[in-house]
């Protein structure tokens, strides 16, 4: 039991949520779950009524593209899913825009990429404009330009970039608690799909490198693309930072209010932040 790490949840303030394209999507077409994203809707809406500052970090502009498009198989070049992206892009923000001012939000879109993190004058703007965004009261949502990025898309079926995106935009605006939507309930000692016996872990106080080489891949979904290697990374990232870090279940989109209620709910990652941790340093090197 982590009960006092826990009840710490209910006191933060800046939070960014990240949900995955198999969080959004239906199961067998890799259609847009509406249902599912109004519920997303609501409760950050909800958050934002307690006077919490939310980024939402948001996959699924390719599966929306592949939905418009009538392509109901993943993309296989580049051209295709950046093709997927423009198209997908634009869509999944008309429906959070139209979703979020039915509860009286206003929502922003942030398009990123490695360069705007890595360049010294890039990156402070985007810091810049996310301070403002959340001073005017927006909910900025956040995605790769999949569309212009030439370098980031071919790696994200191995290494799941939003996973590591939304760790670094709480890296860059101070967040104090980053929620991983997910496939999976939490961080696990094996893969519970393949191992019944595999053990969850409520708690991580540090990442080892015996927990790292745990961290294999484990989605098994037709639109997800991060393994737990990625989100394990994230994790790194967030907690050397000063961040939280929460892994839950995307299909239980409830249970955002379970983590920030202090329940037990996924896996904490506790911040433990190390000043020798440099972001950029981090990006140039393993990004």
Known sequence: MNVEERK???DKKRIVIKIGSSSL???YTGDLNLMKIEKLVRVISDLKGQGKEVVLVS???IAAGRQALGHHTRPGTLAE????????QARLMMVYQKLFAEYNQIAAQVLLTKNNMVDDSTRYNAQNTFDELLKLGTIPIVNENDTVSTSEIPFVDNFGDNDRLSAIVAALIGADLLILLSDIDGLYSD???QNPDAEFIGL??????????????TSGSDVGTGG???KLAAARIATDSGSDM???????????WQIVSGEEKGTLFLAHQNHDFDLMDYLNKEY
Do not use: C, W, Y
């Not at 899913?81 to 997908?88: R, T």
């Not at 106080?205 to 891949?217: A, H, V």
């Not at 929460?246 to 409830?254: A, H, T």
């Open 246 to 256: 929460v892994i839950s279940n995307g299909e239980d989109i409830d249970g955002i």
């Open 204 to 217: 991580v106080r540090e990442i080892t490198p015996e927990l790292l080489e745990m961290g294999k891949s």
């Open 191 to 193: 893969d519970p799909r």
């Open 228 to 230: 737990m290697a990625a």
């Open 25 to 27: 999507t239906h199961t």
């Open 81 to 88: 899913k950046q093709a997927f992206a423009a198209v997908g």
């Open 8 to 10: 710490k949840l209910r």
């Open 59 to 61: 996959s699924g502009a």
